[in-house]
């Protein structure tokens, strides 16, 4: 019985452990489900408000910061009013700085930074497109020579060289290919945990681009 | 004992299931709203120390639950408003929650007054980088694309850069945040001359036509802030051809450091054989001139930069004489320049920053007119070092001291006579921005500076003020005193002159809404202390100077710039009226100075064809003309020029991501400018002083340029591969 008493006891301080574990793990994935749903600008935001409560609690974690810049990227590409994206834009940015503190060299992040440049430059292409496509294009080159199996670096890499060339009406083949590459990527990644699954789409919108201009 | 298991099994999937460890549910909810009564969407709401929370709705409504039962610690944070903490007890359905403002630079107003901030940060400004280059009519010129701006007059004729009635001297340049001597090529009178430096260098430019921060001194109308890129972001080489000359540019990255170096050569020879010059060249313009930079990470936010640039021209010119069918007067001039600067920047803790650096300007003309020689040098050291001290998001405060040291000679090469002087100024700065709400921004500044040459003392206050009475507007107001060292050739004459001052009054409104921004300012600038030319001995021309001159500048500006109402187009419409009235040199009374024409209109359009991957641009230059004396008619600066008209045109085309080519051409329709007459020193046989027109050294300027840029980027490289 005493043995039984302490082996309940063993169990129950590893419990606490395990739910507050848990409670982070819930948490998030509580927040990816709000954030799988998203629609509106304001949705997105709520979103990325909970990742951001669960950075504030679970501070070494990477995952809440990257998922609140995310969402925030994410909810620019349908806001209106230019000076308002770019705060939006810039409060992301800051939680892919706390993420690459956390996580350095991580191409995940490094991916999110190149995504988040994206967003930057699409609120006035006009006068950022020059200062911003290399630094955009260097960092999505970054995440896959960080690892050449990330397919969300290809995706959006490949997005970038479509943007590109189908503005100067160049060659799309380099785009095309690159998007073509990441599918297989993508089948074959086995993400575990909070890892990223997002950009498919993508890929497969630059795809179709490719078959349309054909 | 199988029952205690049983037990045992069910506490574990409790507490699998509720992480909380506590089976109690607290709803908690209500509404966030700011002290104005408008309520806060998307305000963040958290138990302190758990995962339970939620946001506010579209309304300001939040409802969420939490498993915490006691002792809860409700946290609030919104964009823009002081975080703040409510301690509950138990279930709160109806809270109302009341934020306030958190002022900060983020939601604070700008002081908009006199200052033009040229950088790709908002989305809607007066100016970006790359308008510098695709200007029409700027030629890559920074001056050129500047002179469309509200305040500024183009004075075609002279090249640099004319503010609010001021003369060009009147503008202080400065590199990373250090003055620039010499910042123009040197030319002779009636040709125009450009800014030394490639605009390509720069990130951003921060230009003020007045009421500009005390951290300023030397400058009687304007600043001109030049940023060199901090990152630049892959190894490239740029290779410039052009029909004036050609260039090239590299660039190589590392992990904390980067080197740019470049080398240029312009001829306008082959140009001008083939283009029909109205001005008599014996030899066309050329120039070498070769720069460095390197840049070079101090931790994670430090930077030092260091900057080199080398260069030497040469020109000979014809010019008539009036009164004079010879091929009239010799102008040779060669050129030396060198400018060197090396600054830097280091938080030394969250609340404090350290800038500062020094710079060195050598500058060397010789000058062969006809059979005389002269040469003129001047050297100026800047040293400068600043801290900015933030005492609170909503208050920061500047500090720093700087001293300039020159030395300035003017020597008569056949004679071997020289003057000239040297001098020492040392000044102190401090200035305080206080973000008072967001609706007000107050800044006050004070300078103390001390000119060891003419013995004198003074400080300048400088103050600004900016409102916004709704969120799209801004009010702002700025006044101050100013002052200036008179110019070099005075001081080789009369070393103790005191400095020349001025004092801005000024205030301005801005709307800025959606790609489209609209400013209008009004200005009154008196002016004491400009140098008036006496002759104390009679039949001698040896002169003194005295700092008498009084005079004034007032006058209003308004700007317009729409990338907004048609689709790919961006367009902006100046107008700058200004009334200046000096008495200066040999004049008895105030005059409108020959740089200042009253009414000035600028208007620069952009079109960008997709299909054609071009962009056509324009630019329409018009002034109501130039003053001159006419020694011929009674009065001083009795007579003006015809009105002042040029209609530029340009058109880029990107062949390739790396290769544009450009075309401009200046002044398309040929219309024959003139900006004034000179006349002979003495009356002819008929009691008439002799004219002869001050013209333009060509109708047009035509510019073709091919820009390739080679990246070889490794990870580019690799990408290439794939």
Redesign the interface.
């Known amino acids: 019985m005493k043995k039984s008493i302490f082996s309940l006891l063993v169990l129950f301080s590893s419990l606490s452990a395990f739910a507050q574990k848990g409670g982070y793990e819930q948490a998030m994935g509580n927040a990816l489900t709000q954030y799988g749903q998203a629609k509106t600008t304001e949705e997105f935001h709520a979103a990325a408000n909970s990742f951001e409560r669960i950075a504030e609690k679970a501070k070494g974690e990477m995952y809440p910061n990257y998922y609140a810049a995310l969402a925030l990227i994410t909810s620019s590409f349908q806001m209106q009013d230019a000076t308002e994206k770019d705060k939006v834009i810039d409060r992301a940015m800051e939680h892919v700085k706390k993420a690459d503190a956390i996580a350095p060299n991580n191409d995940e992040v490094e991916v999110l930074n190149g995504f988040g440049l994206m967003a930057k430059l699409v609120v006035d292409p006009a006068s950022r497109g020059q200062s911003y496509s290399p630094r955009i294009m260097q960092s999505f080159g970054k995440a896959m020579s960080m690892n050449p199996n990330n397919p969300r670096a290809a995706a959006m890499m490949a997005r970038q060289e479509l943007g590109t060339a189908q503005f100067f009406g160049s060659d799309t083949s380099k785009a095309c290919g690159l998007a073509q590459k990441s599918i297989p990527l993508f089948d074959q990644a086995k993400p575990q945990g909070f890892e990223p699954t997002w950009g498919r789409d993508v890929a497969e919108e630059v795809i179709a681009g490719c078959n349309k201009t054909k | 004992m199988r029952l205690?298991y049983l037990l045992?099994l069910l506490v574990?999937l409790l507490?699998?299931l509720?992480?909380?460890?506590s089976l109690a549910q607290t709803h908690i909810s209500g509404t966030v709203a700011a002290k104005s009564g408008e309520t806060i969407?998307?305000a963040?709401l958290?138990i302190k120390?758990?995962?339970d929370?939620?946001?506010s709705?579209?309304d300001g409504n939040f409802a969420f639950i939490t498993h915490q039962a006691d002792s809860l610690i409700l946290v609030i944070s919104a964009?823009g408003f002081e975080q703040t903490t409510l301690v509950l007890s138990g279930q709160s359905t109806s809270l109302s929650i009341v934020l306030k403002p958190k002022v900060s630079q983020?939601n604070a107003v700008t002081i908009t007054s006199g200052s033009i901030d040229i950088s790709?940060?908002?989305?809607?400004v007066v100016m970006?980088?790359?308008?510098i280059l695709t200007t029409a009519g700027s030629v890559g010129d920074i001056t050129g694309a500047l002179n469309t701006l509200p305040g500024t007059a183009t004075v075609a004729n002279d090249g640099r850069l004319f503010v609010r009635g001021g003369d060009a001297s009147e503008t202080a340049i400065f590199f990373d945040g250090l003055r620039v001597g010499s910042a123009y090529g040197t030319a002779t009178a009636n040709l125009p001359t450009r800014n030394r430096f490639n605009p390509a260098l720069f990130?951003g430019t921060f230009f003020s036509t007045g009421g500009y921060s005390a951290e300023y001194g030397d400058a009687l109308s304007s600043v001109l802030v030049l940023e060199t890129i901090d990152e630049p972001?892959?190894n490239q080489t740029d290779i410039s051809l052009m029909t004036v000359g050609a260039a090239v540019s590299s660039t190589f990255v590392g992990e904390e450091q980067s080197i740019t170096a470049d080398v240029s050569y312009m001829n306008l020879s082959p140009y001008q054989e083939l283009v029909k010059q109205e001005f008599d060249w014996e030899e066309a313009p050329k120039s070498l001139s070769g720069q460095v930079v390197y840049r070079h990470k101090l931790g994670t936010d430090g930077l030092v930069k260091a900057f080199v640039q080398l260069s030497e021209s040469q020109l000979v010119l014809w010019q008539k004489l009036p009164g004079d069918d010879s091929r009239g007067q010799r102008t040779g001039i060669t050129n030396k320049f060198a400018f060197a600067n090396a600054s830097y920047k280091k938080p030394i803790n969250a609340k404090w920053l350290s800038e500062g650096g020094v710079s060195g300007s050598f500058n060397n003309d010789q000058f062969a007119i006809d059979t005389n020689k002269y040469q003129n040098t001047e050297n100026l050291i800047h040293i400068k070092q600043k801290f900015t001290h933030y005492i609170s998001d909503a208050l920061k405060v500047r500090m720093g001291a700087e001293t300039f040291i020159r030395n300035y000679e003017e020597k008569d090469l056949l004679s071997g006579l020289s003057r000239g002087f040297d001098d020492e100024r040392v000044a102190v700065f401090t200035e305080a921005e206080w973000f008072v709400n967001t609706k007000i921004t107050l800044r006050g500044g004070l300078r103390g500076a001390y000119n060891f040459m003419s013995n004198e003392g003074r400080v300048e206050p400088r103050l600004a003020a900016a409102y916004r009475p709704y969120p799209e507007g801004t009010l702002s107001a700025a006044v101050g005193t100013f002052s200036q060292v008179q110019g070099q050739s005075i001081l080789a004459v009369s070393p103790q002159i005191e400095e020349a001052t001025a004092v801005h009054f000024q205030v301005g409104f801005q709307h800025e809404q959606?790609?489209r921004i609209f400013r209008a300012e009004a200005y009154h600038k008196p002016y004491a202390g400009l140098p008036l030319q006496t002759f104390p001995t009679q039949g001698s021309a040896e002169s003194v100077f005295e700092d008498a001159g009084k005079g004034v500048a007032r006058g209003f500006d308004i700007f317009y710039r729409d990338?907004k109402t048609f689709a790919n187009t961006?367009f902006w419409v100046t107008y700058s009226f200004v009334h200046s009235r000096r008495q200066y040199g040999t004049f008895t009374q105030q005059v409108q100075p020959s740089f200042a024409p009253e009414h000035n209109v600028s208007v620069v359009g952009k079109y960008?064809i997709?299909k054609w991957?071009s962009q056509p641009g324009a630019t329409l230059s018009l002034n109501s003309g130039f003053t001159y004396d006419n020694p011929n008619i009674a009065g001083e600066m009795e007579s003006t020029s015809p009105g002042f008209a040029s209609l530029s045109v340009n058109w880029s085309y990107?062949l390739?991501?790396n290769l544009i080519i450009h075309f401009s051409c200046s002044n398309v329709t040929g219309r024959d400018n003139t900006f004034g007459n000179t006349y002979a020193a003495q009356p002819n046989e008929q009691g008439v002083y002799a004219s002869e027109p001050l013209t333009q050294p060509a109708p047009r300027f035509i510019f073709v340029g091919v820009f390739w840029t080679i990246?070889s980027?490794k990870?580019?490289n690799?990408?290439?591969n794939?």
């Open positions: 205690f045992l574990l507490l699998l509720l992480p909380g460890r969407p998307g963040n958290w120390d758990t995962f929370g939620g946001s709705d579209a964009i983020l790709d940060k908002a989305s809607a970006k980088p790359i308008d990130k972001v892959r959606q790609g990338r961006d960008w997709a991957k990107l390739k991501p990246s980027d990870k580019a690799q990408l290439n794939l």
